[in-house]
């Protein structure tokens, strides 16, 4: 059966349809569409699931652990009381409300529509085949050799060597939707590989086992 590895972009998703080692790259405007690719086995997605309502995701600390100097490439998840924020100056305040004093990034708020969308989507109880995973976990599990950033000419081939050998990335590329960066294809691509482990039981999840107030699991796959 196919698996699902999904990235953000621009307010919509890329994802990457992962059987054996052909992988299909889609241009997917919404949760909706993401949820509706048929018969995928497991959906991995690039963005936080499980949402604390206090404070940092334990899956967050071990994620930046594990990357060492590439861990600023983790985010810190938004708690769950900024999801229902109207602006930014908002969800600074609900988030320093929460946390007892920690406030929300430019960078992270940016998230919270998306992240707001697929925790609606997942519904109650949630979606258990829809999990979160991180794309520099995944390359770094491929190949600890990924070292450079992804936007650089080095990142990039770093990133291509590591996924040849799993699947056929560049044919991937070459079909792949206008307009995609590489960048984000090539992030799904690397999801849709955490995406087969799970599914193939072999993947290993950061995390503590806990799930946030919705049921969610608070953990990053890889």
Same mark, same amino acid.
């Given at each position: 059966?196919?698996?699902?590895g999904?990235?953000?972009?621009?307010?919509a998703?890329?994802?990457?349809?992962?059987?054996?080692?052909?992988v299909t790259l889609?241009?997917?405007?919404?949760v909706?569409?993401?949820l509706?690719?048929?018969?995928?086995?497991?959906v991995?997605?690039?963005?936080?699931?499980?949402l604390? #309502?206090?404070? %940092?995701? =334990?899956?967050?600390v *071990?994620? $930046?652990?594990?990357l060492? +100097?590439?861990g600023?490439? !983790?985010f810190a998840?938004p708690?769950r009381?900024?999801?229902?924020?109207?602006?930014?100056a908002?969800a600074?305040?609900?988030?320093?409300?929460?946390?007892?004093?920690?406030?929300?990034s430019?960078?992270?708020?940016?998230?919270?529509?998306?992240?707001?969308?697929?925790?609606?989507?997942?519904?109650?109880?949630p979606l258990?085949?829809?999990?979160?995973?991180?794309p520099?976990?995944?390359?770094?599990?491929?190949?600890?050799?990924?070292? #450079?950033?992804? %936007?650089? =000419?080095?990142?990039? *081939?770093? $990133?291509?060597?590591?996924? +040849?050998p799993v699947?056929? !990335?560049?044919a991937?590329?070459?079909?792949?939707?206008p307009?995609?960066p590489?960048?984000?294809a090539l992030?799904?691509?690397?999801?849709?590989?955490?995406?087969?482990?799970?599914?193939?039981?072999?993947a290993r999840c950061?995390?503590?086992?806990?799930?946030?107030?919705?049921g969610?699991?608070m953990?990053?796959?890889?």
């Amino acid at each position: 059966m196919p698996v699902l590895g999904v990235d953000g972009w621009r307010g919509a998703w890329v994802g990457a349809l992962l059987e054996g080692r052909s992988v299909t790259l889609l241009a997917l405007t919404d949760v909706a569409a993401v949820l509706a690719v048929p018969g995928v086995e497991v959906v991995a997605v690039d963005m936080p699931i499980g949402l604390s #309502d206090d404070g %940092v995701r =334990a899956c967050d600390v *071990a994620a $930046r652990r594990c990357l060492g +100097r590439a861990g600023s490439s !983790v985010f810190a998840a938004p708690v769950r009381a900024v999801l229902g924020a109207g602006d930014y100056a908002e969800a600074r305040r609900l988030s320093v409300g929460a946390t007892g004093g920690t406030s929300l990034s430019a960078q992270a708020f940016q998230l919270v529509r998306s992240i707001r969308a697929l925790d609606d989507a997942l519904g109650d109880p949630p979606l258990e085949h829809v999990v979160e995973v991180h794309p520099e976990l995944a390359f770094r599990e491929l190949d600890d050799a990924v070292a #450079d950033p992804k %936007v650089t =000419a080095r990142g990039l *081939a770093q $990133r291509l060597a590591a996924l +040849r050998p799993v699947m056929d !990335v560049d044919a991937a590329l070459a079909a792949a939707p206008p307009r995609v960066p590489a960048v984000d294809a090539l992030d799904a691509c690397a999801a849709a590989w955490s995406a087969r482990r799970v599914a193939d039981g072999v993947a290993r999840c950061l995390g503590d086992g806990s799930r946030d107030a919705r049921g969610r699991p608070m953990r990053i796959c890889v």
